[in-house]
């Protein structure tokens, strides 16, 4: 059993900061790319950004320069710092890992329940 459990999210101001936690616990053997995604009402998931066990990350063009993910290996954690927060950023941010039970084998996607980021004055 693999479980997501995400924190942080909440209200904050126009050019506020938050940053959102998402901790893998389980039965992992090792957690291959790890990221987060949002969703906004009426709109279709998308991927705001993700890193790689190694290090690298991408980001979608609309967070680049005010987003920074960032994981910690030991911990199976990964963060979202958000700075420079606009309303267009409100949406329910959801955790999502590939993750490897065993040694050898393709990891499995699991998600996490969502936390809700509103930007608001």
């Known amino acids: 059993q693999v479980q997501l459990v995400e924190s942080g999210g909440g209200l904050v101001q126009p050019g506020g900061s938050l940053r959102l936690s998402c901790a893998a616990s389980g039965s992992i053997f090792s957690i291959n790319a790890m990221g987060w995604y949002r969703q906004a009402p009426g709109k279709q998931r998308e991927l705001v950004a993700a890193?790689?066990?190694?290090?690298?990350?991408n980001y979608a063009d609309s967070v680049k320069g005010r987003f920074t993910v960032s994981r910690d290996n030991v911990k199976n954690t990964v963060y979202l710092q958000m700075n420079s927060l606009k309303p267009e950023d409100t949406a329910v941010y959801y955790c999502?890992?590939?993750?490897?039970?065993?040694?050898?084998?393709?990891?499995?996607?699991?998600w996490g329940q969502g936390t809700q980021v509103t930007v608001s004055s």
């Open positions: 999502n890992a590939d993750i490897r039970i065993l040694p050898t084998g393709r990891g499995s996607g699991y």
């Open positions: 890193a790689t066990s190694g290090g690298s990350a």
